[in-house]
């Protein structure tokens, strides 16, 4: 199976940025629809973006749209999240995930594999 490891977590006070990555391992990267969750203390797991196999589509989550950019290199197995304007709401544990379907779109049981994430802390 494939393993995604993420990374780029930390903190970051409010109105900052910060770039999450997610490494994958194998040679089938491309063959998944991919998507970033979070969760928060207290809280279930929460979409927040995905990205289709070639990077050409995204969607993203009401919260988080016009903030955060979800982006792929299929030739170096990795995912990306780009986060703007972060607020102390965003912080979370942020969890990398792949979809061999690709048919749930926000929906977490649709994905196959899962990171083990990484903490976002967004300071006010």
């Known amino acids: 199976q494939v393993q995604l490891v993420e990374s780029g977590g930390g903190l970051v006070q409010a109105g900052g940025s910060l770039r999450l990555s997610c490494s994958a391992s194998?040679?089938?990267?491309?063959?998944?629809?991919m998507g970033w969750f979070r969760q928060a203390p207290g809280k279930e797991r929460e979409f927040v973006a995905t990205i289709s196999r070639s990077g050409g589509s995204t969607y993203y989550a009401d919260s988080v749209r016009g903030r955060f950019t979800i982006s792929r290199d299929n030739a170096e197995n990795t995912l990306y999240l780009q986060m703007n304007a972060l607020k102390p709401e965003d912080t979370a544990v942020y969890y990398c995930?792949?979809?061999?379907?690709?048919?749930?779109?926000?929906?977490?049981?649709?994905?196959?594999?899962w990171g083990q994430g990484t903490q976002v802390t967004v300071s006010s």
């Open positions: 194998g040679h089938t990267f491309s063959s998944y629809v």
């Open positions: 995930a792949a979809s061999i379907s690709g048919t749930g779109r926000g929906i977490s049981g649709r994905y196959d594999y």
